[in-house]
């Protein structure tokens, strides 16, 4: 007895984006944790998934990956266009640190917030709102970095006015010879920033849904809501919107290089984001699991070990 097999005639029937086969994504899981970071057909030669065994240690990595990358940047006298998240957060503290231990000003790195909560038509909080994403990282990164940050006009946020214009100025920036970098999170329905899957069913292809840039008020999935009312919301759902201005594949998807995190556990061996771990790196890449699609890009997705499993019942 399980969900495939009592669905029917549930409240949960429908509940799933239409793309979803839940039984090949449950055959996505393994018995086996240590059969995580098998290699796939369809990984990019240069993907490599890096286990780590405390949510330290994955602060650490982390920001240790986005510091070099911006040092690296640097050294070759390159600009750095980043597409950042909120979500994890831990890696911005050791990004800071480790800035400031080389001494790397950031001044040739160009920000670009994947996304921001807003209503229907787009309208996004204040940006001294403490629920706003723009706050979370004046308050994590660009704050901290003191006079090595980055520059107030190379900050860019998923405001109605601004985020249509990302593409653009991206391009530009690596029409010049810029370096774009992906730093992102995966969401429990397998989003990455707050491009849903269920929006894979308004495009005729997967090309045409590759080329999206970004959407305004995008409606979320209650999974997505529910995600963070106990990730950001202290359970409060009442205080989640329903809607956001987020990026879309055709941004994301044109990295030179990825760094993505999964630090998805709370405590007494709970945790939300092992099945869609384990459903990013094991299922063929579809614009109905838009994560799927981060394998195939160059670059690093930090996993915390428990996530991988075994992935079976426990009652806490």
């Not at 006015?161 to 593409?167: E, M, W």
């Not at 090309?207 to 409060?236: D, Y």
């Not at 993505?260 to 579809?286: A, N, Y």
Request: hydrophobic share 40%.
């Amino acid at each position: 007895m399980d969900l495939m097999s009592t669905i029917a005639g549930s409240m949960m029937e429908g509940y799933f984006p239409a793309g979803w086969d839940l039984t090949k994504i449950d055959q996505c899981m393994s018995a086996d944790p240590t059969t995580i970071t098998d290699r796939q057909p369809w990984w990019h030669e240069k993907f490599e998934p890096v286990m780590c065994g405390s949510v330290t240690d994955f602060d650490t990595i982390m920001g240790h990956e986005i510091a070099l990358t911006i040092k690296q940047s640097r050294d070759a006298g390159e600009k750095l266009a980043l597409i950042l998240p909120v979500g994890p957060m831990g890696m911005y503290r050791w990004a800071v640190y480790f800035l400031k231990e080389w001494g790397v000003s950031c001044d040739h790195v160009y920000g670009f917030n994947m996304d921001e909560w807003s209503d229907a038509e787009g309208n996004t909080l204040p940006p001294d709102n403490p629920g706003a994403f723009q706050y979370a990282m004046k308050e994590a990164f660009y704050g901290p970095l003191g006079e090595l940050t980055v520059p107030e006009n190379q900050r860019h946020f998923a405001t109605p006015d601004v985020l249509p214009t990302y593409a653009e100025k991206i391009g530009e920036l690596k029409a010049a010879g810029a370096k774009l970098g992906v730093i992102f999170g995966i969401g429990r329905v397998c989003h990455i920033a707050f491009w849903e899957p269920h929006f894979a069913g308004e495009f005729n292809s997967e090309e045409e849904w590759k080329a999206q840039t970004h959407r305004i008020g995008a409606k979320l999935h209650p999974l997505t809501i529910e995600q963070n009312a106990v990730t950001s919301f202290k359970s409060r759902t009442t205080l989640v919107p329903a809607y956001a201005n987020t990026i879309g594949p055709g941004c994301f998807l044109n990295a030179d290089k990825i760094i993505g995190g999964c630090d998805g556990i709370f405590s007494r061996g709970m945790q939300w984001q092992g099945m869609s771990v384990w459903m990013t790196l094991r299922h063929e890449p579809t614009s109905w699991i838009p994560s799927t699609y981060m394998t195939t890009q160059p670059g690093r997705l930090i996993i915390l070990d428990e996530l991988a499993g075994p992935l079976v019942a426990e009652c806490n």
